[in-house]
């Protein structure tokens, strides 16, 4: 099964950027995205961008994220 995470890219270096996955951040690699811009919201897989999204849909999945997190706390 695979799991890729939404993030919002912060910096666009020759072959990789710095994503931020809500204030963590982590360089990944761009060669899938090569087109990728500062402020463009990703998902990360296996440390590789494997595509861009709309900002509606990452802030959706992102606050979708925080509560199943809350909910797993929370038990």
Same mark, same amino acid.
């Given at each position: 099964m695979c799991l !890729?995470?939404? @993030? %919002?890219? *912060?910096? =666009? %270096?020759?072959?990789? @950027?710095? *994503? #931020?996955y809500g204030g963590y951040l %982590?360089? *990944? #690699?761009? $060669?899938?995205?090569?087109? $990728?811009? =500062? !402020? #463009?919201? *990703?998902? =990360?897989h296996a440390g590789t961008i494997i595509a861009k999204i709309d900002?509606?849909? @990452?802030l959706e999945t992102i606050k979708l994220w925080k509560e199943l997190l809350k909910v797993s706390i929370e038990k």
């Open positions: !890729g995470i939404p @993030a %919002r890219v *912060v910096e =666009v %270096r020759e072959t990789t @950027a710095i *994503v #931020d %982590r360089e *990944v #690699d761009i $060669i899938l995205q090569p087109n $990728i811009k =500062v !402020g #463009d919201y *990703v998902i =990360v900002e509606k849909e @990452a």
